[in-house]
T-cell receptor
């Protein structure tokens, strides 16, 4: 069963505007972490932001923020003030909570292109 | 502080051959996992190594095997290569004590092409 769903088609965003990337997840584990990664064309997977299932507040890291709606099982990424360097694939991923689990379930990704 | 390093960066092999990919984890990390990323897809979990043992495995055949060394570095071996094995292979490391809320750090990947 697919655990992470990212369904948006490729997106074009004007420089300096904000963009929201949708992610829904499915798990029966009460303890889990949600992650967003950026993958530029070079291939490296760059960690952006994390949200834990017990966190009361939405996570923020610089221009990145995570809109966490636990009841709806959604964890949308918001990128504010887009820059040309933000053009990349963005992946939502989930890690379930049992000790030592290093298994991330990834979505299919969202392609973002920032235009000047 | 060195991040996750992988070698080689690119590799071209022929169907039926065998390949070995290498990974050195980020300094201070003790567990390594491998992912396969086909073109246009998200990464798929292959397996995880900790204390030199395979701890969990994704839905991959036995042709995929691995190893972890005492210095925490790791190898991924793929035997009897198929065209469908062409992909970007990513290595990720973390500290097992970090728990589910610590991010995995990824290397730049090895791009394998099977002809």
């Amino acid at each position: 069963a697919q655990k992470i769903t990212q369904t948006q088609p490729g997106m074009f965003v004007q420089e300096k505007e904000a963009v929201t990337l949708d992610c829904t997840y499915d798990t029966s584990d009460p303890s889990y972490g949600l992650f967003w990664y950026k993958q530029p064309s070079s291939g490296e997977m760059i960690f952006l932001i994390y949200q834990g299932s017990y966190d009361q507040q939405n996570a923020t890291e610089g221009r990145y923020s995570l809109n966490f709606q636990k009841a709806r099982k959604s964890a949308n990424l918001v990128i504010s003030a887009s820059q040309l360097g933000d053009s990349a694939m963005y992946f939502c991923a989930m890690r379930e909570g049992r000790y030592g689990n290093n298994r991330l379930a990834f979505g299919k990704g969202n392609q973002v292109v920032v235009i000047p | 502080d060195a991040g996750v390093t992988q070698s080689p960066t690119h590799l071209i092999k022929t169907r039926g051959q065998q390949v070995t990919l290498r990974c050195s984890p980020k300094s201070g990390h003790d567990t390594v996992s491998w992912y396969q990323q086909a073109l246009g897809q998200g990464p798929q979990f292959i397996f995880q190594y900790y204390e030199e043992e395979e701890r969990q495995r994704g839905n991959f055949p036995d042709r995929f095997s691995g190893h972890q060394f005492p210095n925490y570095s790791s190898e991924l071996n793929v035997n009897a290569l198929l065209l469908g094995d062409s992909a970007l292979y990513l290595c990720a490391s973390s500290l097992i004590q970090g728990g589910y809320n610590s991010p995995l750090h990824f290397g730049n990947g090895t791009r394998l092409t099977v002809t």
